[in-house]
């Protein structure tokens, strides 16, 4: 499995951006395919996650009502619409997928085995 990344940057306080996630090397009907960002001297924590296979997702408290994962089953992207952007929402954001998991890991970033390398977020206040 390989995940690709992108969409990160530097953009003002309440502004949006738009992270892509492009996966390959299998058929992903079965995975859950996770958000989770880290900024320096913190640990990685989840921000959203959506089921291949019916579209499930979920959230972080501190991003509901703000941020939106969504897929495109033709392209095998993930992606994550992020508005009012916060200076907060400063990390680095990495894409991860795994099979079969069930909702109790869905947030838990030790559950996950593939990841993408990574796209910074800045929000300037």
């Known amino acids: 499995v390989q995940l690709q990344a992108s969409g990160g940057g530097l953009v003002q306080a309440g502004g949006s951006l738009r992270l892509s996630c492009a996966a390959s090397g299998r058929t ?17 924590e989840f921000v959203a996650a959506i089921r291949w296979s019916g579209g499930s997702t979920y959230y972080a408290d501190s ?8 897929r495109d089953n033709a392209k095998n992207t993930v992606y994550l619409q992020m508005n ?5 929402d400063t990390a680095v954001y990495y894409c991860a997928a ?8 869905i947030a838990n970033h030790n ?12 929000v300037s206040s």
């Open 111 to 122: 559950e996950y085995d593939y990841w993408g390398q990574g796209t910074q977020v800045t």
């Open 98 to 105: 795994d099979y079969g998991l069930i909702q109790s890991q």
């Open 63 to 70: 991003v509901k009502g703000r941020f939106t994962i969504s």
């Open 28 to 44: 992903f009907s079965s995975y859950a395919m996770g958000w989770f960002r880290q900024a320096p001297g913190k640990e990685r």
């Open 84 to 88: 009012s952007l916060k200076p907060e």
